[in-house]
């Protein structure tokens, strides 16, 4: 697991540093919501939409080649710990707590067909 909290070094010729600039692409390395990188090649994401939590694995072994491309779409915490369970990416305690750390549902639950009565009542 690698959290990538640093700012890259500043470059050779001119001594500035790089603007890291985050994507709004979840097939990214750099796309903005990431929540957890597990192995070299997986991670979990909150879509862009913040609906969903998507267990992601790289296309291509070297890194910077291929894209990410989701493998499971889950809003439950639970079924998110299941899966990345089930996948062998929670193999570190960290990673365990990360997801721990998350909120039960990323929703709330959507009303019942017929729940609500039209006008109001």
């Not at 910077?64 to 915490?77: D, H, P």
Request: glycine letters at 6%.
């Amino acid at each position: 697991m690698a959290f990538h909290f640093k700012a890259p070094p500043p470059l050779k010729y001119s001594g500035l540093t790089a603007v890291y600039n985050a994507s709004h692409r979840e097939r990214d390395d750099n796309y903005r919501n990431v929540i957890l990188h597990t192995l070299p090649r997986w991670r979990i994401i909150l879509c862009r939409n913040a609906n969903q939590w998507i267990i992601q694995k790289r296309s291509a072994e070297p890194l910077n080649r291929g894209r990410w491309l989701g493998v499971s779409y889950v809003v439950s915490r639970d079924k998110l710990i299941e899966l990345s369970t089930t996948l062998g990416l929670l193999s570190d305690a960290t990673a365990r707590t990360v997801l721990d750390g998350l909120p039960e549902n990323i929703r709330p639950p959507c009303p019942k067909l017929g729940q609500y009565k039209a006008g109001g009542e």
